[in-house]
Structures are given as structure tokens and as C-alpha cells.
């Protein structure tokens, strides 16, 4: 019971933050700049899903909650849900598809050219999403997904340099991002350390 209600429960939390946004919208509370705030919410959600998703596996090993490790590819797919919406935003709403312009965007804005970046980075990991491409991979598909952690690196300079003066917001989601790196190295090198002694027995 509980394993079947998980996923939809799951999916319709992730929906929440566009259901609440669309509902803000259609009732004018934004606030003078509605585009800008759209952004923003996009964007910070995109950032709040790679991070969550990326927080599945070493919430299992220190807590035992295996639940989001059964949910982190639905997660991931959200965090490009959320990244879509938050481009589709830019290049509909901000630059009303103008491609010279927004070409020139990218050239000029080194946040929207690392933005851009992310973005990019993220579609091969979204392709490769599933069994098939898993098995098809085989070694690379880990070496690929590493992206996952590059991919909000960039997401937090992109939030930084738009900032600029208060950066604080842009330096929390950095901090959790590191800790989940050091997690990660600190499982590496021990896994490591223990496969190496197993060798030398
Ligand atoms: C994985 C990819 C991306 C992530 C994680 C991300 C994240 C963010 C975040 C956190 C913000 C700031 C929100 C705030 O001020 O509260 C933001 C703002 C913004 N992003 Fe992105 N972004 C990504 C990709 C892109 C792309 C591809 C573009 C366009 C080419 C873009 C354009 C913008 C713009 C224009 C803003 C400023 C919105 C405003 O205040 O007017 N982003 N993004």
C-alpha cells in the first residue's frame, strides 16, 4: 500500500510549486513584475530539485530512507520540468522569441551563457533516464551522471553572478551543494580504502 501510493503522492508534491505559481498568476499576485517573478520561481525550483534529487542517496545511508532513492529518477525529471518551464519563460515571455536577440544574450550575459550551459548539460542526462540506456551505457552511464553535480554548480554561479551584491540565497544553496560533494568523496575514499584492504588480505 504504502510502496503504491508513494509515486503519485510523490508526483503531485512535485506539481505543487507550478500549480501554486499558475494560481498566482491567474490571480495577479505577483506583484508589478509578474515575468520576473515567474523566472525566479522556475529557476529556484530547478536548482531545489537537482539538489534534492541529488540528496536521495546519502539520506538512505546516514537515515535509512530508502523511499526517495525509489523516487530520485522522477525528481531529476521534475528538476527538468522546472528548468524547461524556467527557459521557455525567458525565451518566451522575457525575449518573446526574438533569436538574434537572444543569441546575443548568451554571448553577452556570462549568466545566461552559464544558464544556457546547464541547461544543455542537462539533456543527456534526461535521454538516458531509463533501464534501456542504463544497461546500454554500462560504465559510462555513471561517468555521464556525474553531470547531476556539475549541473547545479553551474545553477548556483548562474544564481551568483545575477545577484551580484546579495548573495546569500545563491551561497546556502552552494553550501548544501558542497556538503553533498564531500558526502560523496568521503563514501568514495572509504569504499576505496575498505576494496584496497580486501585486495592486500
Ligand atoms: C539548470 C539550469 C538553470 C538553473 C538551475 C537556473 C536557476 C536560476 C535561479 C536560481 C535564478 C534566480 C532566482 C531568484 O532570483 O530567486 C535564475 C534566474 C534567471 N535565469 Fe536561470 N537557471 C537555469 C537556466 C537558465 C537558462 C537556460 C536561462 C536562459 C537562457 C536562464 C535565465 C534566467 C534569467 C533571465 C533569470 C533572471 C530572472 C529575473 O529575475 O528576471 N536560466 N535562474
Redesign the pocket.
Known amino acids: 500500500m504504502q510502496k503504491r501510493i508513494l509515486k503519485p503522492l510523490v508526483f503531485l508534491l512535485c506539481l505543487l510549486p507550478v500549480v501554486v505559481l499558475v494560481w498566482q498568476l491567474l490571480t495577479d499576485r505577483l506583484g508589478a513584475n509578474p515575468i520576473?517573478e515567474v523566472?525566479?520561481a522556475t529557476?529556484?525550483w530547478?536548482?531545489r530539485f537537482?539538489l534534492i534529487t541529488l540528496m536521495a542517496t546519502p539520506i538512505k545511508r546516514l537515515f535509512g530512507w530508502g523511499w526517495m532513492v525509489r523516487v530520485r529518477r522522477m525528481l531529476g525529471i521534475f528538476a527538468f520540468f522546472y528548468?524547461t518551464l524556467?527557459?521557455v519563460t525567458?525565451l518566451w515571455l522575457?525575449q518573446f522569441f526574438d533569436w538574434g536577440e537572444i543569441w546575443l544574450d548568451?554571448l553577452d550575459r556570462p549568466f545566461?551563457t552559464i544558464?544556457?550551459l546547464?541547461?544543455v548539460l542537462?539533456l543527456p542526462l534526461v535521454v538516458t533516464s531509463n533501464n534501456m540506456m542504463m544497461r546500454r551505457l554500462g560504465r559510462n552511464w555513471k561517468r555521464l551522471h556525474r553531470l547531476a553535480y556539475v549541473?547545479?554548480l553551474?545553477?548556483v554561479v548562474?544564481?551568483w553572478w545575477?545577484?551580484k551584491a546579495d548573495v546569500l540565497?545563491p551561497l546556502v544553496y552552494g553550501g548544501v551543494l558542497a556538503l553533498l560533494l564531500l558526502l560523496r568523496v568521503r563514501r568514495k575514499a572509504l569504499t576505496g580504502r575498505v576494496a584496497g584492504e580486501n585486495c592486500a588480505s
Open positions: 520576473d523566472a525566479d529557476g529556484e530547478t536548482l537537482l528548468a524556467h527557459l525567458y522575457d548568451i545566461i544558464g544556457m546547464a541547461f542537462l549541473i547545479p553551474l545553477g548562474h544564481f545575477l545577484v540565497e
